[in-house]
């Protein structure tokens, strides 16, 4: 679990490469992530180019960290793959699939950070455009990846106070 416990958003990053190895074993982990009635509804595309890199940095305010990255993983639900009750659930299933590309970064001593595009309908928008991604293709996330130029000390997160057993406690409101 140290993975887990270790893992940091990086938001800067030496000049040095990602392999292409270590960038399919993220996508690896990416489509191992559990997804509802195993509909798998995510694509992923992989950007290197510079100017693509730093055309999506100004889409998001949050997302100055593309300009260093030498690399970044969009994750994408295809809305062609959704269908019935579980449909629905596709945002969560792109949401485990980005965790997953972030622990395994963590795992291969890569730096990584999660940016968010969905729900904003605007940021969607313009990546779809960014993407040259059809209509039925929703841009969900960005990982920024890279080589880390910083070590985030790890945070302890645990809350006991957050945990409650079989129902809420009564007065609790």
């Not at 994408?76 to 629905?88: A, E, F, K, P, T």
């Not at 945002?91 to 595009?117: H, K, M, P, S, Y």
């Not at 790890?154 to 106070?161: A, G, I, N, S, Y």
Request: glycine residues 6%.
């Amino acid at each position: 679990m140290n993975a887990i416990f270790e893992r940091r958003s990086i938001r800067h990053y030496t000049s040095e490469d990602v392999s292409e190895e270590i960038v399919d074993d993220l996508l690896k982990a990416a489509m191992s992530a559990p997804s509802a009635c195993d509909q798998r509804p995510w694509d992923f595309v992989v950007i290197r180019d510079k100017n693509t890199l730093s055309g999506i940095s100004k889409i998001n305010r949050h997302a100055m960290m593309l300009n260093e990255a030498p690399v970044s993983i969009v994750v994408c639900g295809n809305m062609d793959r959704v269908n019935g009750s579980c449909g629905q659930f596709w945002v969560q299933d792109c949401a485990a699939a980005t965790e997953n590309i972030l622990i395994e970064a963590q795992d291969r001593g890569i730096g990584a950070v999660w940016l968010g595009f969905y729900p904003v309908d605007e940021r969607v928008e313009k990546m779809r455009k960014v993407l040259h991604a059809p209509e039925n293709v929703v841009p969900f996330s960005v990982v920024a990846l890279g080589n880390p130029a910083e070590k985030p000390v790890p945070v302890e997160k645990f809350d006991r106070e957050r945990i409650h057993y079989e129902k809420w406690p009564t007065g609790y409101l």
